[in-house]
């Protein structure tokens, strides 16, 4: 059973930096790109960020590009979004989601909130 777990969320000042982790189960994490999405309130869910199999293939969105970072261990089953300078506008849930035989595999989402 194909599983994500999303962590690392929280309340950050503006400015301030925040690591979100998403560890997968159940597939075999080093074949299968990994993308970011986030949910602001009263939004539609967007990409925020992709990764290939390796750390050499990445897409970042317009807003986020040269604040985020988007990497991955496969040997933890995990990606990672380093996010830095923070800012009110990146206030959302968190997803991260994979593609794996027609369907979309989501977890369930970490709350970030830049507030201060």
């Known amino acids: 059973q194909v599983q994500l777990v999303e962590s690392g969320g929280g309340l950050v000042q503006p400015g301030g930096s925040l690591r979100l982790s998403c560890t997968g189960s159940g597939f075999t994490f080093s074949r299968s790109p990994m993308t970011w999405y986030y949910q602001a309130p009263g939004k539609e869910r967007d990409v925020v960020a992709y990764?290939?199999?390796?750390?050499?293939?990445?897409y970042y969105a317009d807003s986020v590009k040269g604040r985020f970072t988007i990497s991955r261990d496969n040997e933890k089953n995990t990606v990672y979004l380093q996010m830095n300078n923070l800012k009110p506008e990146d206030t959302a849930v968190y997803y991260c989601?994979?593609?794996?035989?027609?369907?979309?595999?989501w977890g369930q989402g970490t709350r970030v909130t830049v507030s201060s």
């Open positions: 990764i290939g199999l390796d750390d050499v293939l990445t």
């Open positions: 989601m994979t593609h794996l035989g027609g369907t979309n595999y």
